[in-house]
């Protein structure tokens, strides 16, 4: 019986590696340039991955005539579509709901942005190696991973400040005239 080099679990004859093995995770682990391109890939994946629901969201909104029950008809179909591989149904309609109600609620208050970059950053956490231990062989991996999901919180936080000071010193500021 052939077994999977990276996660050891049973194979089928004519395989080299199992499904429940991630590509973009093994290709993060070839060094910095290949952790750099799983990213980008990971990242690519998951914009191409939103379209579907926010379809399927838009057609059942056309054919309801309302948001809400849209909204609800899209939910069931995916936990009907994505069942899980193992563990117990009431926590998988449990997590599931609270996932999708998270979801819904970033893309209806936050926009399509919102909803792509929070899709985006959880798979990149999912995906590339996250470790605690900082003595790990894929820590340069790692740095690339959180850089990749840092960079554009801090450029958007600097934008958003518009040139204004992060600190004001209320007691030296000079007082206003009235």
């Known amino acids: 019986m052939n077994t999977c080099p990276f996660c050891s679990s049973s194979l089928p004859l004519d395989s080299r590696f199992c499904g ?4 973009w995770t093994l290709e993060s682990l070839r ?15 998951e914009l191409l991955n939103i379209i579907f629901p926010i379809t399927l969201l838009l057609i059942f909104r056309l054919l309801l005539r309302r948001t809400v029950p849209a909204l609800i008809v899209v939910s069931l179909l995916a936990m009907v579509m994505f069942p899980p591989d193992s563990g117990g149904i ?18 209806f208050r936050a926009g399509l942005l ?10 990149l956490m999912d995906k590339l190696p996250l470790t605690p231990h900082p003595a790990g062989w894929y820590l340069g991996t790692m740095l690339l ?34």
């Open 31 to 45: 060094g910095g340039m290949s952790a750099f391109v799983a990213a980008l890939g990971i990242h690519t994946q």
């Open 145 to 178: 991973a959180l850089l990749v999901i840092a960079a554009p919180a801090l450029y958007g936080f600097w934008t958003s400040q518009a040139g204004r000071p992060l600190f004001r010193d209320e007691i030296l500021e000079p007082v206003a005239q009235r």
């Open 114 to 123: 919102g909803f792509a970059v929070m899709i985006s950053i959880f798979n």
């Open 90 to 107: 009431p926590g998988y309609i449990l997590g599931f709901s609270l996932a999708i109600t998270i979801s819904w609620l970033v893309l």
């Open 20 to 23: 429940s093995c991630d590509f």
